[in-house]
C-alpha cells in the first residue's frame, strides 16, 4: 500500500473529462491539468484542480521539449505518481512523458497500437481479429497487389487522425493513384483499406488489470464518416442486451483489448458488421472515453459514468487498493447531434420526459435520452433527428489535413 495521496498530471488539448479531475480530487489526490492557452477562459473545476499548466498552441503546434522539461520541472518539487491522456491527440504526449520520466502506465509502443491505425490492423490481423483488407503505403508494388486484388471501393485513411477527419474515399485504382500522388511524401502517414459497408458499433469499456470489467456496446445510426463525408444528424443507441451482435461484439472486444495491452482504464473500440457476409469486423480503438458525449449516452443507459470510473480505476491502482465496479443497469439512451447553425440553439421544444442530457457547445444542438424501452428510444432520435434538420442543421466543409500526427 502507498500513501493514500497520490499526484496526477493529466493531459488534454480540449476542454473535455471533468467529471475525471473531480473524481481523482474527491478520492484525496493532488491533480494538475496540463492544457492549452486557447482553453484558459474554459469551464475546468478548478476548485478541484491543485495547479493549472498552459502550453502556447494547440495540440501538434506543442514543443514536446518544453512539455518535457516542464514538466520535469514540476518534479523537482513534487513527485509525479501518474500521467493521464484525456483525449486522444494526448496519447503519444503522455507516453513520451512516461518514457522519459520512467513513469508507470502505457509507453510508446503500447500507445502506438491505439493510435496508429496500420499498427492497429497489423496487431488485430497478427492477433487472430477480423479487419478489412488493407496495406501500408511504402511501397509501389503492394500497393498495386492491393489493389488488383482487392475489390473497390477502398478508402485512404491517415494512421493516427480521430474519428472520421481527414478519410478519402475512391472507386477505381487510378483514383487512387492520383490521391497518393496528391500526398507527396505524407503517404506514409496514410494507409488504404477496403470499405465495407454494414452496420458500425461501438463497444464502450473500462479495464482493469487487463481485464475488460464493463462494456456496452451500440450502433451508430449515423456514423462519423457518413457525416464527415455528407454532413447529417450523429445519432447513436445501444443495443439489445444478450443478442448474438452483443455477445459477438463483446467478445471481439475482449480479444482486441488483450492483443493491443490494454491493462487499466477506458477504451473506445469500433467495429463493421459486413452487410455481405454477417461477419464482424475491426476498425478501430482508443484508449481513452468516446467523444461526442457518449459518455454521458453510456451513462444514461447503464448509470455508469466512464470518466468517473476511470479516475476511480487510477486512483485504486496507483494506491494498490481494490476497485469495485457499481451496480450496472440495463436500460437504454440514445444520442442526437449535429452542427447547429446557431451559438446557442434554443432546444427548448424538445421536452420529452426521456430527455436526460443537453448537449452545452456552442453551434451544436444536441441531446440524450433514456427509456427502459427501446423502441421509445428509436423513436425519438428519428423524430429529433428530423427536427433538428428541418431547424437548426448546418455543414462545415471538411478541411484538408495540412499537419499530422
Not at 232 to 261: H, P
Not at 290 to 319: C, F, P, Q, Y
Not at 358 to 378: C, D, F, N, T, W
Request: proline share 3%; hydrophobic share 40%; aromatic share 10%.
Amino acid at each position: 500500500m502507498g500513501k493514500e495521496n497520490k499526484t496526477f498530471l493529466c493531459i488534454s488539448n480540449y476542454f473535455k473529462g471533468n467529471a475525471f479531475l473531480i473524481a481523482l480530487k474527491k478520492a484525496g489526490n493532488t491533480v494538475f491539468l496540463v492544457t492549452t492557452e486557447k482553453l484558459r477562459d474554459s469551464n475546468w473545476p478548478h476548485e478541484y484542480l491543485d495547479e493549472i499548466y498552459y502550453m502556447p498552441g494547440q495540440d501538434l503546434d506543442w514543443d514536446m521539449d518544453k512539455l518535457l522539461a516542464g514538466v520535469a520541472g514540476i518534479m523537482k518539487h513534487t513527485k509525479i505518481d501518474a500521467i493521464v491522456a484525456l483525449d486522444d491527440y494526448d496519447v503519444e504526449k503522455a507516453t513520451y512523458l512516461r518514457e522519459n520520466l520512467r513513469i508507470p502506465g502505457m509507453g510508446q509502443t503500447t500507445g502506438r497500437y491505439f493510435r496508429d491505425k496500420l499498427a492497429m490492423r497489423m496487431r488485430a490481423h497478427d492477433a487472430g481479429v477480423l479487419v478489412p483488407a488493407f496495406s501500408a503505403l511504402f511501397n509501389d508494388e503492394e500497393i498495386n497487389h492491393f489493389a488488383d486484388t482487392v475489390p473497390a471501393p477502398w478508402v485512404l485513411k491517415p494512421r493516427s487522425e480521430a474519428s472520421a477527419h481527414g478519410i478519402i474515399k475512391v472507386y477505381d485504382k487510378d483514383s487512387l493513384w492520383q490521391n497518393i500522388h496528391e500526398l507527396g511524401d505524407n503517404r506514409i502517414k496514410y494507409l488504404v483499406e477496403q470499405f465495407r459497408p454494414g452496420d458500425v458499433y461501438h463497444a464502450d469499456s473500462l479495464n482493469l488489470d487487463g481485464k475488460s470489467i464493463f462494456c456496452t456496446v451500440s450502433r451508430y445510426l449515423a456514423t462519423p464518416m457518413e457525416i464527415s463525408q455528407g454532413g447529417g444528424i450523429f445519432r447513436s443507441a445501444n443495443i439489445t442486451y444478450g443478442t448474438e451482435d452483443d455477445k459477438a461484439l463483446k467478445e471481439a472486444n475482449k480479444k482486441v483489448m488483450k492483443a493491443f495491452g490494454m491493462k487499466n482504464g477506458a477504451a473506445h473500440t469500433e467495429f463493421i458488421k459486413g452487410k455481405e457476409d454477417g461477419q464482424i469486423y475491426f476498425l478501430e480503438t482508443s484508449s481513452r472515453v468516446g467523444g461526442a458525449h457518449l459518455a454521458e449516452m453510456v451513462e444514461g443507459a447503464t448509470g455508469v459514468n466512464l470518466w468517473t470510473e476511470w479516475a476511480k480505476i487510477e486512483d485504486a491502482i496507483s494506491k494498490g487498493k481494490e476497485y469495485k465496479l457499481p451496480k450496472v443497469t440495463k436500460g437504454y439512451a440514445g444520442i442526437v447531434l449535429t452542427l447547429s447553425k446557431f451559438e446557442h440553439p434554443d432546444l427548448s421544444s424538445f421536452d420529452d420526459s426521456e430527455v436526460c442530457f443537453r448537449v452545452p457547445l456552442e453551434y451544436h444542438a444536441g441531446l440524450i435520452v433514456k427509456s427502459k424501452k427501446q423502441e421509445r428510444i428509436l423513436e425519438l432520435l428519428d423524430n429529433y433527428a428530423a427536427r433538428l434538420s428541418d431547424g437548426f442543421s448546418t455543414v462545415a466543409e471538411q478541411e484538408k489535413l495540412k499537419k499530422f500526427h
